[in-house]
């Protein structure tokens, strides 16, 4: 699978948008789901998703095939997403930007699948994990989604993110102080209900 | 508060590889460090519930859209030779470089001159290569890159019920179909994504606007297209616009969530009241809409606030 992929990275390469194509629904599922998990609200996560791969497809030059294809596909789309944080913030500091609210759980609605109704309050507690995991400084944030949500590896996350496995390790576990602190009165009671 | 100098030991064993020897010294610490004990059993907790997240899968419409979105703007962007652009009228280069030069029909008549296009036999691969990808369109002895080009202006002539798409062309070309045309469609929706012009933008919506009006419904692709810019857009008339088209609408759930996010969350007001009043327009006995106008009604606009106390009244007794 990871050679015949090399085949379309070669051929992206030389310009070959097809090929390119075939890279994008490779990887798109996985790098959706981080970026919205990252940036929030869905109309903003598009549009780093598409920043993603753009920069994928100007940078696939200096993709050396000694790591993973899509490790390096994720960490771009990581960094993109950072950059975007970062940018969002200055924004929001000078006002140019003035949603206050990074994450608004009425998003999620728009692009989740549909809970049945008697789902509604687990639904209700799942959005402001949502919520809670977006507003996560940016290093917890990508490692936690990361670990939680796509099952990676320390060692991996520590790949992704170019830095030790001892501080992925304490990002996970920051992330989880600040996480079970936003949300104990959420996480008690509807844990009692089931 | 200071935190316990040991605190790395939960770290290791809570996302760590941690081996026998320092799981048993994490216990030893745990039945005398009270911190530690609440720490690692409330991180467990919360590990452990996160497998039980729902999983959220992206709607595979919009990451096709996004795909055709960010194909269109690579091709944009790719570095071209000065010149290169006429080597299409020179088909053998043209194919070394992956461009083919291909006729496309589809239905589609050459405007001006008024010559059809003869018909293609291949199918739709074609016309989602004229969309996505980087193929040109000869139209006589022009040719129609829909990527250099693009869409210049859109105009819809009631009588005939056909639509030009006029490209930006030297000499003047444009691709005719009827709005039933899923090709048509497709390539209203692609200018929708792309094009910078919003006035261009305007006619797209008008086009989708008589889909709409003559169908009284739309396909998920182009409402989600709509839907997109109706966030996404700066130009309040373009914003305007595309409520007018939810309005011939039937109040789905898709066009609902649309119309609640704008009610209770856009600042411009005239999109508020209009997006306000489509939603409430089967208010009368439907609880469904009760918990809208119970927010409503501290809407700044006094419009607003009046007719949702009025509904709400109206819908208690
Ligand atoms: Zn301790």
Redesign the interface.
């Known amino acids: 699978m990871e050679k015949d992929l090399n085949e379309f990275i070669h051929r992206a390469r030389n310009?070959?948008?097809?090929a390119?194509?075939v890279l994008?629904?490779r990887h798109?599922?996985l790098i959706?789901?981080i970026l919205?998990n990252m940036v929030g609200n869905p109309?903003d996560t598009?549009d780093v998703?598409?920043e993603t791969?753009?920069r994928v497809?100007r940078r696939l030059d200096s993709f050396r095939f000694q790591s993973q294809f899509s490790t390096w596909v994720v960490r771009t789309a990581i960094n993109t997403a950072i950059d975007f944080r970062r940018q969002k913030k200055w924004r929001r500091f000078f006002r140019l930007d003035d949603n206050e609210n990074p994450y608004?759980p009425?998003?999620?609605?728009?692009?989740?699948?549909?809970?049945p109704d008697h789902q509604a309050e687990?639904?209700e507690f799942?959005r402001l994990?949502n919520r809670e995991v977006a507003k996560l400084p940016a290093q917890q944030n990508a490692a936690f989604v990361l670990?939680?949500?796509e099952g990676y590896k320390?060692r991996e996350i520590a790949d992704i993110l170019q830095v030790s496995?001892g501080t992925?390790?304490?990002a996970?576990?920051r992330a989880?102080?600040k996480?079970?602190k936003q949300?104990t009165p959420g996480?008690a009671s509807s844990?009692r209900i089931r | 508060m200071k935190e316990c100098p040991k605190i790395h030991l939960l770290q290791e064993a809570l996302y760590g590889e941690t081996s026998d020897a320092d799981l048993a010294r994490l216990h030893a610490h745990l039945e005398v460090c009270q911190a530690c004990r609440d720490e690692w059993e409330s991180q467990r907790q919360l590990v452990q519930r996160l497998v039980e997240r729902p999983e959220r899968t992206p709607n595979p419409q919009v990451l096709r859209l996004l795909r055709q979105s960010v194909l269109g703007r690579l091709q944009h962007r790719a570095p071209r030779a000065s010149g290169q652009i006429f080597s299409f009228l020179n088909p053998s280069p043209a194919l070394q470089l992956g461009f083919v030069v291909l006729l496309v029909a589809f239905g589609f008549i050459l405007g001006r001159q008024g010559t059809s296009l003869p018909a293609s036999s291949s199918g739709l691969n074609d016309l989602d290569a004229l969309i996505t990808a980087s193929r040109a369109v000869q139209a006589q002895n022009s040719f129609i890159d829909p990527y250099l080009a693009g869409v210049e202006r859109i105009s819809y002539n009631p009588e005939s019920g056909q639509i030009d798409i006029h490209y930006n062309t030297i000499s003047d070309i444009a691709l005719r179909g009827s709005l039933q045309d899923a090709s048509i469609r497709l390539l209203l929706q692609k200018t929708l994504i792309e094009t910078q012009n919003s006035a261009v933008r305007m006619d797209a919506i008008k086009a989708v606007h008589q889909i709409a009006e003559q169908e009284q419904s739309l396909d998920s692709d182009l409402l989600g297209t709509l839907g997109r810019l109706l966030f996404e857009e700066s130009n309040p008339g373009v914003r305007l616009l595309i409520l007018r088209v939810l309005k011939t609408l039937p109040l789905s759930e898709a066009v609902r969530e649309m119309l609640t996010r704008i009610v209770l969350q856009e600042k411009n007001t005239a999109l508020r009241i209009e997006a306000f009043d489509i939603l409430t327009r089967d208010a009368q006995n439907n609880p469904e809409t009760n918990q809208l106008l119970q927010a409503a009604q501290a809407d700044s606009s006094s419009y607003i606030s009046f007719r949702s106390k009025q509904l709400l009244q109206a819908n208690t007794i």
């Open positions: 310009g070959d948008h097809q390119f194509a994008m629904q798109e599922k959706y789901r919205e109309v598009q998703f598409q791969f753009l497809f608004d009425a998003d999620v609605a728009l692009t989740s699948a549909e809970l687990q639904n799942w994990v670990r939680h949500y320390i496995d992925v390790k304490n996970l576990f989880a102080q996480l079970k949300l996480f844990h």
